[in-house]
């Protein structure tokens, strides 16, 4: 697990497109330390995370879903996602947004993660 970074307490300047683009990528890298715990893979690569936006001022918002509306771990995997965004150095604040909309299905679980799980 990536070590704890400090909350930013300087202002830094504003990001561009492209380095929005680079934060958002090391956001979604931070994500992938949290797994599912009833399978052996990442919330990201299993297709949870549907969205992840950087502002300018490097504050992200994360759109995602669970496995479906009863998860045993509904109550704790947002907070996991949100708290591993919250250490991607550079970012400033995180908030995180549960949907439903669109559901989830296995279709949005790449082909290589559903031949690993054995679901093809």
Known sequence: MPEPVPVLKEELPPLNPLQRSLLSNEVAEYIRTVYDPELPVNVYDLGLIYDIQVQENRDVHILMTLTSP???VAGT???EVQGA???????????????WDPPFT?????????????LM
């Open 85 to 99: 965004a919250r250490q991607t150095p550079g970012v400033r604040n995180v908030s995180l947004e549960l949907t």
């Open 77 to 79: 995997l947002p907070g």
């Open 70 to 72: 009863s998860c045993p």
């Open 106 to 118: 296995i279709d949005r679980i790449p082909e290589e993660i559903r031949l690993q799980l054995g």
